[in-house]
């Protein structure tokens, strides 16, 4: 099993985007406290997308931490309420009501809060579409209520579409950038790094109970969701001397996991192909906003080299190219 595509960023991973153009961290740190805020939190909590947002220019840098930060703020919501929905959606809500209060410039309703101030900045400056916001948090709100696996690949690519891909089309908005076909790129790159994300998290969620991996897919290769519990559980306690009646069955398990994460990572790969192909007839600023799917990409890479092994603890650390260039900057 294979992915053979050639990848544009390869040589070339990390492109200097002009003469000194972008800023360090201890340059970031010099700004604002709401600023910083939303650096701090997805050096925190996404750090992929934190080092690609040092190494943007400083006129995207700003809004680019600002969206990031408040897909960060939605995103960690679910794991924060543990499986209570009430207090998950009362969050979401919170949310909803400050972004209502921005766009009907409503002051006093607005929440001194650091992303919702720079959101407020961001909107106002670059007349941002609300419609990307909103579809943000829906797709949280429906993360937290539906507790089962996605149903198919296609419900996959929507949830990527709508956290991801609205991200993007945001990010471009705000460097004033409104064209078909970057809006197709973001697209295709939203759900190439929203589908890598959710393959990279599939240890983790499985840790806590939860298949992300869709239920077409999982069939098509003879797995069930409770397979991919048990494999989970099994590999947390790998020390332990099974049965060899066990390990012949979780050696099945295995090659119908890897075959759905291989049929996964197709679907990824072959947006990520799409968005490349679209890449050189876009306008250098707009190939900018795209940087985040470096790191997708690279992921995809490593997944391959495994042979689709998604438990691989290898894939489950940081990629050490970034690493490296975390230590440069």
Known sequence: RTLNEPSQFKGNVYPTWGNGSSRNYSELKRETPDFKYCVDLLR???????IAGLLLPKNLQKPYFTLYAFNVETAIIRDSVRGNEQAG??????????IDAIYAADNGRIPKHPVIQLLQESIQEHNLTRRWLDRVIDARESDIINTEPPSSMAAVEKYAEHTMGSILYLCLESIGIRDDTADHVASHVGKTIGISTL???????????????????MAQNGLTADQVLSYASARAARNQNFPQEKLDRLGEIEEALTGTVFTVACAAHDHLHHARELMPSLPKPAVQVFLPVTAAAQYLDELEKNQFHVFNPHLTQPNSLLDVKLQLL
């Open 44 to 50: 925190k909590n996404d750090k992929k997308k934190y």
């Open 89 to 98: 959606r009362l969050r979401l809500q919170w949310w909803r009501s400050a």
């Open 199 to 217: 393959l990279f998290a599939v240890p983790h969620l499985s840790a806590s109970g939860y298949v992300s991996l869709p239920v077409s897919e």
